[in-house]
């Protein structure tokens, strides 16, 4: 029988991290690791406070829902997580938010453009808007695929955020960029110009990433 124990601390510790940094409140927001080896989502438990959360508390799921191992129901929005490490293979974690700046921009319907060279390295590029679907259908990680083809990275309307990454410090870290990078283009907006860098240093960023520089 595998042992769980080092990545259900792993979640356990992310996610009290993530929710003293305000990306989440109350018992929103959902954090996992994929095992690929063991073929196991290790997740969240739905409806826990985070603040009362234990290792004990973290689930472990098989990619189709059935619980392996744990006393709670996995996150409602395990559908999401499952859909992402199928569809994209270089996901290993992924962190659900619903950090306030990036989650008006879902509300709004708009895309967080890309005003901060540091989001081509770490996100992609801009942060696009997966469509609304109702939260734990299989219609939202149908949706969020759509649009994380070549990114990291999404909005979900009405919803909140969704980041992947190669380990769950990654997907965290891409997470806090997120909101780091609605807050500046919410306050830039304020500040009435808001300009996205200009497409030919995209471009030249983007090479000088496909380069390994």
Same mark, same amino acid.
């Given at each position: 029988?595998?042992?769980?124990?080092?990545?259900?601390?792993?979640?356990?510790?992310?996610?009290?991290?993530?929710?003293?940094?305000?990306?989440? %409140?109350?018992?929103?927001?959902?954090?996992?690791? *994929?095992?690929?080896?063991?073929?196991?989502?290790?997740?969240?438990?739905?409806?826990?406070? *985070?603040?009362?959360?234990?290792?004990?508390?973290? =689930?472990?799921?098989? @990619?189709?829902?059935?619980? !392996?191992?744990?006393?709670?129901?996995?996150?409602?929005?395990?559908?999401?997580?499952?859909?992402?490490?199928?569809?994209?293979?270089?996901?290993?974690?992924?962190?659900?938010?619903?950090?306030?700046?990036?989650?008006?921009? %879902? !509300?709004?319907?708009? /895309?967080?453009?890309?005003?901060?060279?540091? =989001? !081509?390295?770490?996100?992609?590029?801009?942060? @696009?808007?997966?469509?609304? %679907?109702?939260?734990?259908?299989?219609?939202?990680?149908?949706?969020?695929?759509?649009?994380?083809?070549?990114?990291? %990275?999404?909005?979900?309307?009405?919803?909140?955020?969704?980041?992947?990454?190669?380990?769950?410090?990654? +997907?965290?870290?891409?997470?806090? *960029?997120?909101?780091?990078?609605?807050?500046?283009?919410? *306050?830039?907006?304020?500040?009435?110009?808001?300009?996205?860098? +200009?497409?030919?240093?995209?471009?030249?960023?983007?090479?000088?990433?496909?380069?390994? /520089?």
């Amino acid at each position: 029988m595998r042992n769980y124990q080092t990545n259900k601390e792993k979640v356990l510790r992310i996610s009290k991290r993530a929710y003293d940094e305000k990306l989440f %409140a109350g018992t929103s927001g959902n954090l996992s690791i *994929y095992d690929r080896d063991g073929g196991v989502i290790i997740i969240t438990p739905s409806s826990l406070d *985070y603040q009362a959360m234990q290792v004990d508390d973290i =689930m472990v799921i098989t @990619p189709e829902g059935r619980i !392996v191992e744990g006393k709670h129901a996995p996150s409602s929005e395990w559908r999401l997580h499952a859909a992402i490490y199928i569809n994209c293979r270089c996901a290993n974690a992924v962190v659900h938010t619903h950090s306030p700046f990036a989650t008006s921009f %879902a !509300v709004s319907n708009e /895309e967080i453009p890309l005003v901060l060279i540091e =989001m !081509v390295a770490f996100i992609g590029g801009h942060v @696009p808007v997966a469509k609304f %679907a109702l939260p734990g259908t299989d219609q939202v990680g149908n949706e969020a695929i759509k649009v994380l083809q070549d990114r990291s %990275a999404c909005l979900m309307q009405n919803h909140g955020v969704v980041c992947f990454g190669d380990s769950l410090e990654q +997907a965290h870290t891409r997470s806090v *960029y997120v909101e780091d990078a609605a807050k500046i283009y919410h *306050y830039a907006k304020l500040n009435g110009n808001a300009r996205p860098i +200009a497409d030919e240093h995209v471009k030249a960023m983007f090479e000088r990433r496909r380069a390994g /520089e």
